[in-house]
């Protein structure tokens, strides 16, 4: 049974019981819950991360977190947590598994940038093989090594609940991600993971390869992320043969690669045949003119399916912008685009403004705005929200999450 909707007076009460100081940000935070009126009847996400740039807080550290747990050990209206950029250790760690062991309504748990190590990825992965409530985890950051996150890959194999899992950043190696791979090919419930920035000692793309051959056979991931695995198009190329035969994969990430136009050319053969891809990330790469005309020649002529592309720094110049600039007249399904850091020219600026000026484009699904100089016409940068599950990403909202968030709403969490 729920208690009744007053945390902060919990809250109080529990620190003097347990002889511990008040964290005013957690006391704040709790207050604020309370005034909700719709507290007992939809769920709600605590959020406590400690990088407020606005107001500077008091960061929770693992003694503010036992006190926590123990005020919403029966607070069931409480569903969301967010804890990250705060000073959890290990010890931290040991109490988000007792209160996963123990709870059964939390369902989004962010952790990221704290100091959770190998020994703290082990008791929340064994926590998670039990419990049936979190949906959604965020682990980014967190330097759990490569053994970390052999325990989360083992997770997978067991756990049929969790439909999100965040890994981006947290150190895992070469036998992590083959452990993972091999562990999607049983999990039938994940729809999202993020690999992100793994330490990689070898060149020869093995990783790649073993994700390629899971995504032959997974028929629930739709999002994977892949950025930063020093991917070339040998790898591109083995993703793309696993996805002619994959038919849930909505959104791919293979942003900071080194993919050039050869990369791009195998993408574009794949689009042309794929009837599922709707978010494509190609940021930072090197695709250049040569592999854009690639991409823009399948969208004109085949692809109907793909709603959002972004090729950010490509080192694309006039001739390539255009050609794409060119494709969208054609395909109307296309719906965002993201352009910047490449070489605009004049006929760069006037392709997309008058793209916009059509409304072929929205000001909120490009980013890029048009402006004229001395009757010259410009493009100038806008916020966009496709980049949203990365660490260095704003977490005010800078811009209309519904225009400008091309990224898929996997799982719902609920907000106060």
């Known amino acids: 049974m729920s208690v009744l909707p007053d945390l902060h007076l919990h809250y109080v009460q529990a620190c003097q019981n347990l002889s511990q100081p008040e964290n005013p940000f957690i006391a704040h935070v709790l207050q604020e819950a309370d005034k909700n009126a719709e507290i007992s009847t939809k769920g709600i996400t605590l959020k406590l991360a400690g990088n407020n740039h606005l107001v500077p807080v008091p960061r929770v550290t693992d003694d503010d977190l036992g006190v926590l747990v123990s005020v919403l050990g029966q607070a069931a209206f409480v569903t969301g947590l967010d804890l990250a950029y705060n000073l959890l250790t290990d010890a931290g760690a040991k109490t988000v598994a007792t209160f996963l062991q123990e709870n059964s309504t939390l369902q989004y748990l962010n952790l990221m940038f704290n100091d959770i190590g190998t020994s703290g990825a082990e008791l929340i992965a064994g926590a998670l093989s039990s419990n049936q409530s979190l949906v959604h985890l965020r682990m980014t950051g967190n330097k759990i090594g490569n053994q970390g996150g052999m325990f989360f890959a083992s997770m997978l194999k ?9 890994l981006g950043d947290c150190d895992v190696g070469l036998k992590c991600l083959v452990a993972t791979a091999i562990a999607l090919t049983q999990n039938k419930s994940l729809k999202a993971i993020n690999l992100n920035r793994p330490l990689l000692s070898s060149q020869q793309e093995e990783t790649t ?3 390629a051959q899971m995504l032959r056979t997974n028929s629930s ?6 950025g930063k695995h020093e991917m070339k198009n040998f790898g591109v190329e083995r993703l793309c043969d696993a996805l002619y035969q994959n038919s849930s994969l909505r959104y791919l990430d293979l942003s900071c690669n080194n ?3 050869d990369g791009a050319k195998f993408l574009g ?3 042309k045949k794929n009837q599922t891809l709707e978010i494509l990330d190609l940021d930072a790469n090197r695709i250049e003119d040569v592999g854009i005309i690639y991409l823009s020649e399948a969208l004109a002529t085949r692809n109907k399916t793909l709603k959002v592309l972004s090729i950010v720094s490509n080192n694309i110049t006039g001739k390539g912008l255009v050609a794409l600039a060119q494709a969208m007249r054609s395909n109307i399904t296309l719906s965002h685009i993201y352009i910047w850091g490449n070489k605009f020219d004049r006929s760069t600026c006037a392709a997309f ?14 980013d890029v705005a048009p402006y004229k100089v001395d009757g010259e016409i ?3 940068e806008l916020s966009h929200g496709l980049a949203k599950h990365r660490y260095w990403s704003p977490r005010c909202a800078a811009v209309d999450p519904g225009a400008a968030n ?4 996997i799982v719902a969490v609920s907000e106060y």
């Open 158 to 166: 067991i756990n049929s609940t969790l439909k999100k899992l965040d």
């Open 406 to 409: 091309a990224s898929l709403a």
């Open 269 to 271: 053969e794949l689009l």
């Open 259 to 261: 993919i050039c136009w």
């Open 353 to 366: 403004s008058e793209l916009i000026t059509l409304e072929r484009l929205q000001l909120g699904c490009i």
């Open 221 to 226: 991931l739709v999002e994977l992320h892949l």
């Open 209 to 211: 390869v073993h994700i």
């Open 378 to 380: 410009r493009l100038a």
